[in-house]
């Protein structure tokens, strides 16, 4: 029997930071109003976050990269602009430089409430944002397929996207902290090897009848099945501070989709490797991010990611310009040419070191380019 190319429809989640518009830092409680009059110009495409220092997006269903595009712009826009009027700013970035977790409060929500009581201090660190992709995929063992090859990516996706080198006022000497603070949570990281729909059913039977497991949305693996759509959703992302990063990110995600049905059409896979090798890469890119060399296992050495990206390019591209991507999917060599938010970070914070600021002056000049390049061309 064929199978019947899976749609690719698309869905982004950001999530982001609120700073004082004076102070830079952090802000603790923002005012209900801001929350309302956000809920009043976007209906439910604006949520709480775990912590009230943040708030989500997440774009209606999309055709196309172009779709998002406009999304994530109106998007981003408008909660900037309601944020900006209560005297606050937008980041995109996965963390702070410097707002400590301690000061920050949970969101008031049922929900929220349950996860800090379950993971107590864990969860009060969350003080971390991300990028979720989604891809509409019907076929439910397609979906579990897909998501077994496509781990090999994740550490690529995380290369291309980190905006976390700082917390708590210290260079961490990684360009992405976000997955060391998520991944003490449990059911984090890289997914489970699944050889069917089935087995994602069972993995959920027992974890529902043994931990009295609620639903799917409590595995928050680097990939997974979403618990509420028919999509595949990669989590392995560092929000991007750049929207022409995040959305050439949403490009190599759709077009890699669509690459790895085709192989699955001609009955073909790609090669699915050992854990903990994907493991090894993953801190790669977790560490040096734009500038790491990950391993090409078929080939057993490390190649640089601008490499890599080359390499994707020429494999994925006749399928991104059919899905009408293809300038997006271009813009990788962007990122890995001029670096990506954890690069202009560091960057803009040694150079206001090197003109006399202090670490905190230095990180104050960092917030106020996250918030100028948050909303940069919309």
Known sequence: MSLSP?????????????????????????????????????????????????????TAICANVADARRELSE????????????????????THPWSSWHSQEPTDMERYRIIADEHQTVARRLVICGMHIH???????????????????????????????????????????????????????????????????ALLAMLRETFDFED????????????????????????????????????????????LY?????????????????AENKWRAQR????????????????PLADLVEELIDLLGDHAADLGCLDELTGLRTIVGAGNS???QLRVFREAQAVGDDDRAAQARVVDWLVETTVEGI
């Not at 690719?8 to 830079?24: H, K, N, S, W």
């Not at 994740?154 to 961490?172: Q, V, Y």
């Not at 090409?296 to 190649?303: A, H, I, L, P």
Request: charged content about 25%; some cysteine; aromatic content about 10%.
């Open 6 to 58: 899976p749609a690719l429809t698309l869905g982004v989640e950001e999530e982001y930071l609120l700073v004082d518009a004076a102070t830079r830092e952090l802000v603790s409680h923002p005012p209900p109003s801001f929350m309302a009059q956000c809920t009043r110009a976007l209906g439910e495409r604006v949520t709480h976050e775990f912590l009230q220092c943040q708030v989500e997006i997440g």
């Open 75 to 94: 998007l981003r826009g408008t909660v900037a602009r309601i944020a900006e009027a209560h005297d606050m700013r937008l980041v995109a970035a996965s």
């Open 135 to 201: 891809a509409g995929i019907e076929n439910k063992d397609l979906r579990v397929d897909l998501m077994g090859q496509m781990t090999y990516f994740l550490p690529h996706f995380l290369a291309l996207s980190t905006s976390s080198p700082f917390w708590e006022g210290d260079i961490t000497g990684l360009k992405a902290f976000r997955p060391t603070i998520f991944g003490d949570v449990p059911r984090t990281g890289l997914p489970e090897t699944l050889a069917s729909w089935g087995e994602w059913e």
């Open 216 to 259: 799917a949305s409590k595995i928050w693996w680097d990939i997974r099945p979403s618990g509420a759509h028919p999509t595949l959703e990669i989590r392995a992302c560092d929000v991007c501070t750049h929207l022409e990063q995040a959305l050439s990110l949403v490009a190599l995600y759709q077009s890699l989709l669509s690459y």
């Open 262 to 278: 085709r192989l699955r059409a001609d009955n073909q896979r790609w090669r699915e490797y050992r854990r903990v090798l994907l």
């Open 288 to 303: 040096y991010g734009s500038e790491a060399e990950l391993a090409d296992f078929g080939r057993r050495r490390v190649v």
């Open 342 to 344: 954890a690069d202009h």
